[in-house]
């Protein structure tokens, strides 16, 4: 019993001295926050830590084997920017023609956003990595029918972000500091408000993120199970290969900003 006496004062002792000092308030007042980004490239590449070199070295070679071999051309180099470029181009147009090869679709237009294309694709050979470096989300297609007036709204959207990869569309907007839609077309005609588009994008801008809000409006949304944007881009290299064909894209003013 003198034992359990001891060890209960002890511990009210403690709960004392725990409730004091929860009830004291810092002195420290946050008075700023600063931050700045730090950029990763080949200047890390002559500090290597050799010890961590080691243990990866047998994980990277896998890596290695599958996303170097070649698998197509690229005739230009294609970077990515508003308010359009050659590489978004490119995707745009690589998805929308895959939507008209399913079964019972028909995709009007192409829908991409620039946040999706993480990397340039550049001239000459085309490796597994290229592609995967260049998308590297698991965005996967997603047709949406949108009634024109929704269509319009869609388009007013893409124009407030100064652009987006779009296919098959002609958008006049204004100076990105006031972007607003001044004209549209869609396969070179005036939008029929009353008539329903099937709009080819990805699930992450059909759910309306990245400020397209307006997919939300949707009259119906299919996702086609494993239709990633990623192997569709691959497998459309690979059969231009095939076909002995380069990877190439055009600036076509699918997208102008009117002067």
């Not at 995707?91 to 995709?107: C, F, I, M, S």
């Not at 709204?153 to 569309?169: P, Y």
Request: charged share 20%; with cysteine.
């Amino acid at each position: 019993m003198r034992y359990l006496g001891i060890n209960k004062s002890i511990g009210m002792l403690c709960l004392s001295g725990l409730l004091f000092f929860s009830s004291c308030h810092s002195v420290y007042q946050l008075a700023g926050i600063q931050s700045n980004s730090v950029e990763i490239n080949s200047e890390y590449d002559t500090k290597q830590d050799n010890a961590a070199v080691a243990v990866f070295a047998p994980y990277k070679a896998k890596v290695d084997s599958i996303m170097s071999p070649v698998i197509g051309t690229c005739e230009v180099d294609m970077t990515s920017g508003r308010p359009e470029s050659l590489l978004s181009n490119l995707v745009a147009d690589v998805l929308r023609e895959y939507a008209n090869t399913l079964p019972g679709q028909k995709a009007d237009l192409a829908v991409i956003n620039f946040g999706g294309l993480r990397s340039n694709l550049p001239k000459g050979n085309i490796t597994f990595g290229t592609i995967y470096e260049i998308l590297p989300f698991e965005n996967s297609l997603c047709l949406v029918s949108l009634k024109g007036t929704d269509l319009i709204s869609l388009f007013s959207d893409i124009a407030k972000v100064g652009g987006q990869g779009v296919s098959n569309v002609k958008l006049l907007i204004s100076a990105p500091s006031n972007a607003e839609l001044i004209d549209a077309t869609v396969g070179g005609e005036k939008i029929d408000k009353d008539k329903i588009y099937t709009v080819a994008t990805i699930d992450y801008l059909a759910e309306g993120n990245d400020g397209l809000g307006s997919f939300l409006k949707a009259e119906k949304r299919v996702c086609p199970e494993g239709a990633v944007l990623r192997h569709i881009v691959l497998d459309y290299v690979k059969k231009k290969t095939v076909k002995s064909e380069v990877i190439t894209s055009s600036l076509d003013g699918r997208i102008q900003i009117k002067k």
